[in-house]
Nanobody
Framework: QVQLVESGGGLVQAGGSLRLSCAASGSRFSANPMGWYRQAPGKQRELVATITSSGITNYADNVKGRFTISRDNAKNTIDLQMNSLKPEDTAVYYC?????????WGPGTQVTVSS
């Protein structure tokens, strides 16, 4: 069975940093695109960052320059380093992996940025 589990969320002051990690298991993910979405209260999920199997990255405009996505294919993990956090970054962050026509999600981890 495919499992994705996020960790690293928490409460941080504006300007601070957090590093989110996603541990994937149950499949081989090295050849699959992965990334992070987030969902703030009352809003739709928004794509934060993506990374291909070869390490090509893409970011939402409002996190570019502050967030960095990376992956370790040997360990089936992806990370999201978040710097210079802003209150508007407050959301539940979800890790995903795309395998064939299916998208798998973790349960999410809460990130709260205080002013």
């Amino acid at each position: 069975q495919v499992q994705l589990v996020e960790s690293g969320g928490g409460l941080v002051q504006a300007g601070g940093s957090l590093r989110l990690s996603c541990a994937a298991s149950g499949s081989r993910f090295s050849a699959n695109p992965m990334g992070w979405y987030r969902q703030a209260p009352g809003k739709q999920r928004e794509l934060v960052a993506t990374i291909t199997s070869s390490g090509i990255t893409n970011y939402a405009d409002n996190v570019k320059g502050r967030f960095t996505i990376s992956r370790d294919n040997a360990k089936n993990t992806i990370d999201l380093q978040m710097n210079s956090l802003k209150p508007e970054d407050t959301a539940v962050y979800y890790c995903y992996a795309r395998i064939l026509m299916a998208t798998y999600w973790g349960p999410g981890t809460q990130v709260t940025v205080s002013s």
